[in-house]
């Protein structure tokens, strides 16, 4: 499965893989392919720091990648605005009376409550930047549009190539000409924030629209080297797979503890290709997320809207630490795209890399049969 763009990254396979785990962005760019964490949830630059001296130390040198999600735009940006005070009371009504129904405890008085997730906005995502400079990312990737040019300047100026995903031809196009140099085609069924387009139209419209003036990956709905090949197949240079490793046997947060299964695993392992939904319910832009008893009830008739970002993740911030503090599968909140259905098994990275690219090889030979 060596390429050219595996070449350029110094990387063995192009599978490039998107995890908020840093054990599993590790484990990958270990096993021959590029991990990027995702940045997300480092409200404090000093423990991105940390989490990237420990990258540089467990990855025996070999390149890994980070993604921010910098939106195109946060309305409430840079204004002096107290954000919690802009949501409306009939909303936090509505969580609360949901979680009692769902029988989600109140968390203990010793748990520090989360300040939800800040990284989409500019000012953070722009000192997790500056952090990561300062390491040796091979890429700097971001969700929900290009970065700022000020952003990309200075990836470019450190020599680091920066990719956006996009899910229509008119985000790749704007991508390139903001002078992004990988273009992420992320189809309809991926996990996570998501465009309207499956990826099977999706990836050769864009890998014809931006021709030679960016490097296109294929994204959503990726698992298995049948699919890859499919993706290399339609055009693109290399794959981006995100949902597929939430299922590693190494997936865990920071120190977390990872006995078993975590109750979010548990609650992947048993979804089918059809348990997800697009929903504005996590961030308040549309994304895939596992269809649970969570998701059911902001789909019902008495639910209101989702907020517009980033005061809807506010205002589920407390919710989603209670639900993970509740421990019940039926009950989770976590983006996972259709191929959850493939997701069957938890599995050291290591071993899913290789079935990856033997599956691949033997599609090829398939092929070349006929
Ligand atoms: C749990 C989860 C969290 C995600 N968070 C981000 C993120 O913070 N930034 C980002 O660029 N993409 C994020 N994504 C999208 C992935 O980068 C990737 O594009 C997507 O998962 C690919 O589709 P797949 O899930 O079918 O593999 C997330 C996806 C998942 C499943």
Redesign the pocket.
């Known amino acids: 499965m060596t390429t050219d763009l595996a070449a350029k990254f110094g990387i063995e396979y192009p599978i490039f893989a ?1 995890t ?1 785990s840093e054990h599993v962005a590790a484990a990958v760019s270990r096993a021959g392919g590029l991990g ?1 964490l ?1 940045c ?1 949830r480092f409200n404090d630059p000093e423990e991105l720091e940390a989490t990237l001296v420990w990258m540089d130390e467990n990855t025996d040198g070999k390149p890994y990648g980070i ?3 910098m939106p195109a735009k946060v309305p409430t940006e840079g204004k002096a605005v107290d954000l919690e005070s802009l949501i409306p009371a009939e909303h936090r009504a509505f969580v609360d009376r949901t979680l009692a129904d769902l029988g989600v405890p109140p968390l203990s008085d010793d748990v520090e409550h989360s300040a939800g997730v800040l ?1 989409w906005l500019h000012s953070v995502a722009r000192a997790q930047v500056d952090v990561a400079l300062k390491h040796r990312p091979a890429l700097i ?4 549009g290009s970065p700022p040019k000020d952003v990309i300047d200075e990836a470019h100026k450190h020599g680091v190539p920066v990719a956006a ?1 996009a899910g229509a031809v008119a985000h790749a196009r704007h991508h390139v000409e903001n002078g992004v140099d990988i273009v ?1 085609a ?1 189809g309809y ?6 465009g309207e387009i499956a990826s099977m139209v999706l990836v050769p419209e864009i890998v014809d629209a931006v021709g030679d003036d960016a490097i296109v990956l294929a ?5 298995s080297g049948r699919q890859i090949a499919a993706a290399l197949s339609l055009g693109a240079s290399g794959v ?5 490793w ?1 299922t590693a046997a190494e997936y865990k947060l920071g120190s977390a503890s990872s006995e078993g299964p975590s109750t979010i695993q548990k609650a992947l392992l048993k979804a089918t290709s059809a348990d997800t939904v697009r929903t504005r319910i996590y961030s308040g832009k549309p994304a ?1 997320l596992l269809k649970t008893k969570w998701t059911e009830a902001w789909a019902a008739k008495d639910a209101p809207d989702a907020l517009p970002m980033p005061l809807q993740n506010l205002l589920v911030s407390d919710a989603h630490q209670r639900i993970s503090a509740a421990d019940n599968p039926d009950v989770v909140a ?6 959850v259905g493939r997701m069957n098994e938890i599995r050291p990275v290591a071993d899913s890399m290789k079935d990856l690219v033997d599956e691949y090889e033997a599609t090829i030979a398939r092929l070349r049969s006929f």
Do not use: K
Request: aromatic share 8%; charged share 10%; hydrophobic share 50%.
């Open positions: 998107f908020p990027v995702g997300v993604d921010i999600v990284g990737a971001n969700a929900l995903l992420i992320q069924e991926a996990g996570g924030h998501t994204a959503g709905g990726i698992g981006w797979m995100g949902s597929y939430l895939r976590m983006p996972a795209g259709q191929i």
